[in-house]
């Protein structure tokens, strides 16, 4: 893997023990069956790994105005054992449920985040869960440490919630093996494509069966490398366990690999994001023309897309871009002189850069919209930190620990890791490959689950200043999909104003909510004909 690809996978870280549950939090475990292999505990060093056998259980009130609703939420690991041979690992979850007297028939989603590295808590506190961190409207940050708040567009008003922390982030990690009890990194042994994809599947199965939830229509979500979990467990699941889905929400996900690194010979790369540099040029004022999420932002773009596939890409495959670089540098803002030195190639870290040098304001690859003071005024490119994710990962930790502990009654010592960075570190992307070189990517996967299954229906959300994984490359991956005529109509593509995480502008957040209520009520109730 090139250097470039490794610090690709570090820009996607998406856009997101011994212990046991005290005496006092003893009312809220749920009784459970002791675990055949039990005996492991006692055989091996836990420190840092959860116990099996409890389980924590709270009862809560969500009220607003009218709004009442009445839930539980269950906190703790199921075991999963990757391959015959491997450690077990203990994943973490936590799962809200609201009364309902034919639970069998509610919807269900597991939802993940990416990265790789990332856990369940940007999805959770920040858009989906019933209880969310506070944000500015606009998507920028209080002061720290931040407050949790009921959330009314909680996802819980439609469909059960499971949040799943893949091995090594949350409170997920594996059993050291017997022969080396001491021995740390056992989670190393999840870290790669086929085996992350094993270790979901595995915990959505046992799930099913544990909490009787088998004839329960099934959905998962995924954001980021999260959505290109989706896409291949859409396959996975069905293929090799039997677990037939409704639906798949994926969220800015990063569908075709090959499509977020462009060099010399690979053309789509330097076109996918130039839409979105539009869309940041316009909000900061560098280009042409407003840009607003009261708008249909593929028709405010309509023009910009034209030019990127049908004119810039083709002079790119020529060889000869100098009849487009005055229209390219007025679309993105930066002067003629830079567009035509880079022969209309602009990679995505030096435009976060470039665009508002001059201010001496560095924005983020993962919302355009957001600008922050640049640390280091004279390099040409940004640091390894982007300065949202550094920002909102701190709310997000305050949020967690205090949430799991104070509410949900669920205490450890172990460290709750919302992004872990040795992950996508040490993530093995051959095991992903499908021949022996290339990038890895989902499309051929979600297109097989669609076709073979023809009432799954997919959702694909985006956000429309994201320079991590841009909307256009979904645009022109589902149009390369070319699914059958009968079953187009059940994917839907919608790009929202915002970033990678474009549901922490409150707006957004609010028109996403009400955009997957309407999808979870048509996949959840659709018969064949």
């Given at each position: 893997?090139?250097?470039?690809f490794k610090?690709?996978?570090?820009?996607?870280l998406t856009?997101f023990?011994?212990?046991?549950?005290?005496e006092?939090?003893?009312?809220?475990?749920?009784?459970k069956k002791?675990?055949?292999n039990?005996a492991?505990?006692?055989?091996?060093?836990?420190?840092?790994?959860?116990p099996?056998?409890?389980?924590?259980k709270t009862?809560?009130?969500?009220k607003?105005?009218d709004?009442?609703?009445?839930?539980?939420?269950n906190?703790?690991v199921?075991?999963?054992n990757?391959g015959?041979?491997?450690p077990?690992?203990r994943?973490f979850?936590?799962?809200?449920?609201?009364?309902?007297?034919?639970k069998?028939s509610r919807?269900l989603?597991?939802v993940?985040?990416?990265?790789?590295?990332?856990?369940?808590a940007?999805?959770?506190?920040?858009?989906?869960?019933?209880?969310?961190?506070?944000?500015n409207?606009?998507?920028?940050?209080?002061?720290?440490p931040?407050?949790?708040?009921?959330n009314?567009?909680?996802?819980l008003r439609?469909?059960?919630?499971?949040f799943i922390?893949?091995v090594?982030?949350?409170y997920?990690?594996?059993?050291?093996?017997?022969?080396?009890?001491e021995?740390?990194?056992a989670?190393?042994?999840g870290w790669?494509?086929r085996?992350?994809l094993?270790?979901l599947?595995k915990f959505?199965?046992?799930?099913?069966?544990r909490?009787n939830?088998?004839?329960?229509?099934?959905?998962?979500?995924?954001?980021?490398y999260?959505?290109?979990?989706?896409?291949?467990l859409?396959?996975?699941?069905?293929?090799?366990?039997?677990?037939?889905?409704n639906?798949l929400?994926?969220?800015?996900?990063?569908?075709?690999?090959g499509?977020?690194?462009?060099?010399?010979?690979s053309?789509?790369?330097?076109i996918?994001?130039i839409p979105s540099?539009?869309?940041?040029?316009?909000?900061?004022?560098?280009?042409?023309?407003?840009?607003?999420?009261?708008?249909n932002?593929?028709?405010?773009l309509k023009?910009?897309?034209s030019?990127a596939?049908n004119?810039?890409l083709p002079?790119?495959?020529?060889g000869d871009?100098?009849?487009?670089?005055?229209?390219l540098?007025?679309?993105?803002g930066l002067?003629?002189?830079r567009?035509?030195?880079?022969?209309?190639?602009i990679?995505?870290?030096?435009?976060?850069?470039?665009l508002l040098?001059?201010?001496?304001?560095?924005?983020?690859l993962?919302?355009?919209?957001?600008?922050?003071?640049?640390?280091?005024?004279?390099?040409?490119l940004?640091s390894k930190?982007?300065?949202?994710l550094?920002?909102?990962n701190?709310?997000?930790?305050?949020?967690?620990n205090s949430?799991?502990?104070?509410q949900l009654?669920?205490?450890?010592?172990?460290?709750?890791e919302?992004l872990?960075?040795?992950?996508?570190?040490?993530?093995?992307?051959?095991?992903?490959l499908?021949?022996?070189q290339?990038?890895?990517?989902?499309?051929e996967?979600l297109?097989?689950s669609?076709?073979?299954?023809?009432?799954?229906k997919?959702f694909?959300?985006h956000?429309v200043?994201?320079?991590?994984?841009p909307?256009?490359?979904s645009?022109?991956?589902?149009?390369?999909?070319s699914l059958?005529?009968?079953?187009?109509?059940?994917?839907?593509l919608k790009?929202y104003?915002?970033?990678?995480?474009?549901?922490?502008?409150?707006?957004s957040?609010e028109?996403?909510?009400?955009?997957?209520?309407?999808?979870?009520q048509?996949?959840?109730?659709?018969?064949s004909?």
């Open positions: 893997m090139t250097a470039r610090s690709l996978a570090l820009i996607l856009i023990v011994v212990a046991s549950i005290p006092s939090n003893a009312q809220n475990k749920i009784q002791k675990p055949r039990e492991k505990d006692k055989e091996v060093n836990l420190k840092n790994v959860l099996l056998n409890e389980w924590s009862e809560h009130v969500l607003s105005g709004l009442e609703l009445r839930y539980s939420a906190t703790g199921l075991p999963v990757i015959n041979e491997d077990e690992c994943i979850f936590i799962n809200y449920e609201v009364e309902h007297k034919k069998a919807p989603v597991f993940f985040n990416g990265g790789p590295g990332a856990s369940s940007y999805l959770h506190l920040a858009a989906l869960g019933p209880k969310r961190i506070m944000l409207e606009n998507g920028s940050f209080p002061a720290p931040g407050r949790l708040s009921h009314i567009h909680t996802w439609f469909t059960d919630l499971v922390d893949p090594g982030t949350g997920s990690r594996c059993l050291p093996s017997k022969c080396s009890p021995k740390k990194g989670e190393a042994k790669g494509v085996e992350d094993i270790s599947a959505i199965r046992l799930y099913l069966t909490t939830r088998w004839l329960s229509p099934k959905f998962i979500a995924g954001e980021s999260g959505g290109f979990r989706v896409g291949a859409s396959d996975l699941l069905q293929s090799e366990y039997g677990i037939a889905l639906g929400v994926l969220v800015s996900p990063a569908l075709e690999f499509l977020l690194r462009g060099d010399d010979y053309l789509l790369p330097w996918v994001n540099y539009n869309a940041t040029a316009r909000y900061h004022g560098k280009a042409e023309g407003g840009i607003s999420g009261k708008e932002l593929r028709i405010v023009d910009v897309e030019f596939l004119e810039l002079a790119l495959a020529m871009t100098g009849a487009f670089h005055g229209r540098s007025a679309y993105i002067s003629t002189d567009v035509a030195r880079m022969k209309a190639r990679p995505s870290c030096l435009y976060v850069k470039a040098r001059d201010a001496g304001r560095l924005i983020s993962y919302d355009g919209s957001f600008a922050a003071i640049d640390p280091d005024p004279p390099s040409p940004p930190e982007d300065p949202l550094i920002q909102l701190t709310l997000l930790t305050a949020g967690m949430y799991v502990r104070e009654k669920f205490e450890t010592d172990i460290s709750y919302v872990n960075k040795e992950v996508s570190k040490k993530w093995n992307w051959k095991s992903g499908k021949r022996e290339g990038f890895v990517g989902v499309a996967s297109k097989s669609m076709s073979m299954n023809k009432d799954l997919a694909i959300a956000g200043f994201d320079l991590v994984t909307y256009f490359g645009v022109v991956v589902t149009r390369q999909m059958d005529p009968s079953i187009t109509a059940n994917l839907t790009v104003e915002g970033g990678h995480m474009f549901y922490t502008h409150g707006p957040r028109a996403f909510f009400e955009d997957a209520r309407r999808f979870f048509q996949a959840a109730t659709q018969t004909p």
